[in-house]
């Protein structure tokens, strides 16, 4: 990685990239699209997402953050409600609230918004994840930088 210039007065480093023109052009109209004004900006919520995703899937099992977990799962299986309620409870220290969703007859979604460290969330989504009735599980997990 190259050595970028600092300016001490206010914290900020400038970088230079050198990025191919298409690549470049899709990122500027991807950015407006999504109501970025302000190229830097949209690459610093692009790294910080791309910090997050990595220390989630590398095992950074210290890093700190909050998230969702998105439960989609059959509401007839015996006892997947009661059970999914008791693991939460088993995970207070990092369950800060819960939403439950009837989609249809066959469906349920279940939002479940946590706080902690990337062990204890990982724990808490395999626990969910093993459990008979469950058809999907998705973490999404921002690390607080």
């Known amino acids: 990685m190259r050595n970028s210039s600092s300016d001490s007065k206010n914290g900020v480093a400038r970088i230079s990239i050198s990025l191919p023109s298409d690549l470049l052009a899709s990122f500027d109209r991807v950015s407006r699209k999504a109501g970025f004004t302000d190229r830097s900006k949209a690459i610093q919520t692009a790294m910080r997402i791309f910090i997050s995703e990595n220390e989630w899937l590398s095992g950074n099992e210290s890093s700190k953050g909050a998230g969702l977990i998105e439960l989609l799962y059959d509401p007839h299986t015996r006892n997947i409600e009661k059970a999914l309620t008791l693991i939460q409870h088993n995970y207070d220290h990092i369950v800060t609230s819960s939403t439950h969703i009837h989609l249809d007859d066959d469906n349920c979604l279940e939002a479940i918004l946590v706080r902690g460290d990337v062990r204890s969330i990982k724990r808490l989504?395999?626990?969910?994840?093993?459990?008979?009735?469950?058809?999907?599980?998705?973490?999404?997990?921002i690390q607080v930088i």
């Open 125 to 141: 989504a395999k626990e969910l994840a093993e459990n008979r009735g469950i058809k999907s599980i998705k973490v999404n997990f």
